[in-house]
């Protein structure tokens, strides 16, 4: 008889599974197996069954309890009463955790012998025969008694398993496991030097100083201490590219025994779900945006999602797929996007997303439910126990993301679009992009189009970035043009964008337009709004209050105010700073009253 304890407590006679009854008497099995052939006396078993303080017939549902087993389990049970207690010789039958522990101590004799290949074997093979967190189904007692052996056993063994794969250069196949095995237990040094160890040796050395940065604030925050010599050394190494290559390189390559899960979910199918990867490159210039890049990276760390909003040009991809980039390691089950506007500004359906997403999940065609609802369940449950990022970019508004969010879990969203409406997302943090600071414009500016050709018209560069409204696609198009027409000077082209009447076509080259997100902007207005907007930016007022747009619109004042906020939210109006005017006031950016007196004339 075979009998497993390394995930659900389980029973199989010739192969055939025995039928187990509930949660107790799985506990006094797994009690009896752990004791090894000793004496569990009915003290301890109804200790473990019940806690302290047991029910009045603890003793006679005990007995009803083993009864039950031995009918289960059949005549060669070796099951048998032992004075005021049982025990169980299982001499002729196999347990997976006695197994287990042979094989690891084997393996890490191998490791301390130098027998690198034979260690890494045995290792995979011991963690293999894990299907979940040990003892799974049993009472909360036998688990707080046995559990955390278990637990540091396997442990132990995971890291002498990457020590040995390390050590063979396997380093590209152990970073999937050991991220997760970092992620579920931050506070151990051993496996995040392994982490570090294996990101630098696949050319990803700021990761990897990323990671021990990251390690050095949990051992701070949490326990008060820094770093221990061993991962101070190493850290040391990376920095300097000094850290030593792998001692035994081998020549074939095997597969590496992954963790085990964070549900009971076979090994083996744990291993051949897909790993998607959607997102698209994050922009190599990419400039600036240091406190609001810090805030979605903390958001994220604190196990929040986030919404990233701002008026059309301000960067929010740009900033998603560079932080999306940033964290890729925290999220070794894959990487999911989707642009939830189409080319022509059209909201994409909540159900053809699910269905690209479901498919990179690993549905297959003929599995994949026909309506939103079922594609939705079918979407949660297969995330359920994964950590992975979704980028959904460009979203209209919240009714669109909520049937893409994930439910519970260790998989996070990163959401961006124009609609302050997005903050009304559960467990989502709310980041504002604005217009650059005129030093991150001068240096986007010159990331571009380069140093060389900023550097002698300081004063020209100034006014190209006035002239953007320090927008990042704006500045992105202009310092294209410097590059493509390195004959002409920055004062060439600040006096082109001089002129009101040429600057909006200007600012488009190639597929880049500043007009496009504008544009989808303005035809979400209602026409009573988009009518009121056109009177609005028809005067030369830089910033609006809430009595000037009544006054010029010949409305009530609550009427204008509630017209101002619309405006906002469709971030054709920058509100303005409330702490010193209790009146609200509304900023008007130049390139958005430019283009919509265009679409005035032009209607």
Same mark, same amino acid.
């Given at each position: ?10 029973? $199989? ?15 006094? @099995? ?15 078993? +109804? ?16 007995? +009803? ?40 101590? *084997? ?31 049993? /009472? ?28 063979? #250069? ?20 051993? %496996? ?41 050394? @190493? ?18 390559? *095997? ?53 990233? *909003?701002?008026? %059309?040009?301000? #960067?929010?991809?740009? =900033? ?42 690993? +549905? ?34 919240? /009714? ?10 260790? /998989? ?15 467990? *989502? ?42 927008? %990042? ?33 200007? =600012? ?50 609550? $009427?204008? $105010? ?11 109006? $920058?509100?303005?700073? /409330? ?8 900023? @008007? ?15």
């Amino acid at each position: 008889m075979d009998f497993k304890i390394l995930g659900p407590v389980a029973a $199989e006679l010739d192969g055939r599974p025995v039928a187990l009854d509930g949660a107790k008497q799985r506990t006094a @099995l797994a009690a009896l197996l752990l004791a090894h052939g000793q004496v569990v006396t009915d003290e301890r078993l +109804t200790t473990l069954l019940w806690g302290w303080e047991p029910p009045s017939t603890s003793t006679h549902q005990l007995y +009803t309890y083993v009864s039950r087993l031995r009918s289960r389990l059949g005549p060669d049970h070796g099951l048998e009463r032992r004075g005021a207690g049982y025990r169980m010789d299982i001499a002729s039958s196999a347990l997976d955790w006695d197994r287990f522990r042979r094989l690891a101590e *084997t393996g890490r004799a191998d490791l301390l012998a130098g027998r690198h290949a034979d260690a890494e074997r045995r290792l995979a093979e011991a963690l293999a025969l894990w299907t979940g967190p040990a003892l799974s189904d049993v /009472t909360e007692h036998l688990a707080a008694a046995e559990g955390p052996r278990m637990t540091e056993t396997h442990l132990a063994a995971t890291e002498h398993h990457a020590e040995a794969a390390l050590a063979l #250069g396997r380093h590209d196949e152990v970073i999937p496991s050991l991220t997760r095995h970092v992620i579920r237990h931050p506070v151990r040094e051993r %496996p995040r030097g392994q982490l570090m160890t294996a990101l630098f040796r696949s050319g990803r050395q700021c990761d990897a100083l990323s990671l021990y940065e990251e390690g050095r604030r949990v051992l701070a925050d949490e326990l008060g201490i820094d770093p221990g010599p061993e991962l101070r050394a @190493l850290h040391q190494q990376i920095l300097t590219a000094t850290l030593p290559p792998p001692a035994a390189p081998a020549r074939r390559t *095997t597969t590496l025994a992954a963790p085990a899960p964070a549900a009971p979910v076979p090994a083996l199918a744990a291993q051949a779900r897909p790993v998607p990867a959607l997102l698209p490159a994050a922009p190599g210039d990419f400039t600036g945006r240091e406190a609001q890049t810090r805030e979605v990276l903390d958001a994220l760390n604190s196990h929040q999602n986030v919404a990233v *909003t701002g008026a %059309p040009g301000t #960067g929010k991809s740009a =900033l998603a797929l560079r932080v999306a980039e940033h964290v890729r390691p925290a999220f070794p089950d894959g990487q999911l996007y989707a642009d939830l506007r189409t080319a022509d500004g059209t909201p994409r359906t909540p159900w053809q997303v699910l269905g690209w997403f479901l498919d990179a999940l690993g +549905t297959a065609p003929a599995q994949l439910p026909a309506g939103l609802d079922e594609r939705a369940q079918l979407y949660r449950t297969l995330l359920a126990d994964r950590r992975v990022l979704i980028v959904l970019d460009n979203a209209a508004d919240d /009714t669109q993301v909520r049937p893409l969010l994930p439910g519970g879990g260790a /998989t996070r969203t990163l959401v961006t679009g124009v609609r302050p409406d997005l903050a009304s997302l559960e467990g *989502t943090r709310l980041v504002r992009l604005g217009p650059m600071t005129p030093t991150e414009a001068t240096r986007l500016l010159a990331r571009i189009a380069g140093s060389d050709r900023i550097a002698g018209d300081p004063e020209a560069v100034a006014r190209i970035a006035e002239y953007c409204d320090r927008l %990042p696609l704006a500045l992105r198009i202009a310092a294209a043009r410097l590059a493509a027409r390195s004959d002409r000077p920055p004062a060439h082209l600040a006096a082109r964008l001089a002129a009101e009447d040429r600057r909006l076509g200007e =600012l488009r080259i190639g597929s880049l337009d500043v007009t496009t997100g504008l544009r989808h902007a303005l035809d979400s207005l209602d026409p009573s709004t988009a009518t009121a907007f056109a009177a609005l930016t028809a005067t030369d007022l830089p910033v609006l209050s809430p009595p000037d747009a009544a006054a010029l619109l010949d409305l009530p004042l609550h $009427e204008a $105010e509630d017209l101002l906020d619309r405006l906002a939210d469709a971030r054709l109006l $920058e509100p303005g700073p /409330t702490d010193r005017d209790p009146v609200p006031r509304y900023h @008007l950016m130049p390139l958005v009253r430019l283009f919509a007196r265009t679409r005035v004339l032009t209607a």
